[in-house]
């Protein structure tokens, strides 16, 4: 039966199957859904289609959004709550040393943060869940970090710190990581020596083997750092650096079931990136967002470099999603365009950079509404 499209806009049939034996009896298929996946695989291969869904490889799974969701935020021109609290968590994570500095930034962002402690022990935190500050009297929309995403459930989370023991009373005491926000030429020096220090890790990333155990805390490490990125370039939730910060988190996702990403040096620069970007703020004019383009155009070329990589290790799904990825952020390495929001009127300014690319600048209400934040 065609269904038509779906709250995402994708058509799609449903196929309905009845199994039995000659006699009528019943028929339970063995591990059907597996087999089932591997036909899909081979339709995939033999018709050209794309592969780009990790969760089928065996790696944790991003819940999908609902319909009332959608239509929700549809209703309101928004982003769905569920995809903003997604990135916002993933951006506080970016170059967090601890749980409880996670926790802080995600405070200190504006975020509402609640943990879920076990029943036989009120001290132990077990799990967790987010929420956006509510305009006027409406109720908070709550969602577990693993509805966010699988990788951000609170046991997927603690594997990035394997040796620290797991904070308790922090998640009630912990204080809102506020940051003074660099103005003026101090802004404008972190995005510069930023983009230089992309540009660096891009090249030693390139050199890295497939199969190498820097490999997945370097991916992660990326797919946070593309989530500051979004969130200091597109603070609105909208454009094409956050939909590639979405998918290369797809292209990162770890195993369901496996161990603590050995440590890696690319991981720890990308972490220290991160965190000079924390403290800048979305720019605020077209001036600033040429020098800011600089560091969108070198997170492009690091998401093209891990996605050869990926393909490299001939995983195909991931190797896809990092591929889309790149594809959203192509543009910016051909032309050099790239949105920047303030909420006040300005010049459109383009200014040459050393690859000879050019900055357009748009305004955005949502930009200062972060920095005053």
Do not use: C
Not at 274 to 297: F, I, Q, S
Not at 318 to 340: E, I
Request: cysteine-free.
């Amino acid at each position: 039966m065609r269904h038509g499209l779906s709250a995402r806009g994708n058509d799609h049939i449903h196929v309905v199957v009845t199994l039995a034996t000659e006699d009528g009896a019943p028929v339970w298929l063995r591990q059907d859904k597996r087999r089932s996946q591997q036909v899909a695989d081979l339709l995939e291969d033999e018709f050209g289609l794309g592969k780009w869904t990790p969760g089928r490889a065996g790696a944790t799974k991003r819940p999908e959004l609902t319909r009332p969701e959608v239509e929700r935020a549809r209703r309101v021109d928004q982003v769905p709550d569920r995809e903003l609290l997604r990135r916002q968590v993933r951006a506080a994570l970016a170059g967090a040393g601890s749980e409880a500095e996670w926790v802080a930034r995600m405070r200190g962002a504006g975020l509402l943060v609640a943990a879920r402690t076990a029943a036989t022990d009120r001290d132990q935190v077990v799990g967790y869940a987010v929420a956006l500050r509510p305009a006027g009297a409406s109720k908070p929309r709550w969602y577990a970090g693993r509805s966010l995403d699988g990788d951000l459930s609170l046991t997927q989370v603690r594997k990035r710190w394997p040796d620290a023991p797991p904070p308790a009373a922090q998640w009630k005491t912990a204080d809102s990581a506020e940051s003074t926000m660099l103005r003026g030429e101090d802004r404008m020096a972190v995005w510069r020596s930023s983009a230089a220090a992309l540009a660096a890790i891009s090249g030693r990333l390139a050199g890295v083997a497939p199969g190498s155990p820097q490999w997945p805390a370097a991916a992660r490490a990326s797919a946070d750092l593309l989530a500051r990125v979004a969130a200091v370039t597109e603070p609105s939730g909208r454009g094409p650096v956050t939909r590639a910060a979405d998918a290369l988190a797809r292209a990162a996702a770890p195993p369901r079931r496996a161990p603590a990403p050995a440590a890696s040096t690319i991981a720890a620069e990308l972490g220290r990136v991160a965190d000079a970007l924390m403290v800048t703020g979305p720019a605020r004019d077209g001036g600033e967002a040429a020098v800011l383009l600089a560091v969108v155009v070198q997170a492009a070329r690091l998401v093209v470099a891990l996605a050869e990589l990926r393909a490299a290790e001939q995983q195909a799904h991931a190797a896809g999603a990092a591929a889309r990825a790149a594809a959203h952020l192509m543009p910016l390495l051909v032309q050099g365009s790239v949105h920047v929001e303030r909420d006040v009127p300005g010049p459109r300014v383009g200014r040459e950079e050393p690859d000879a690319t050019r900055a357009r600048a748009r305004v955005d209400p949502a930009a200062d509404q972060q920095t005053q934040r």
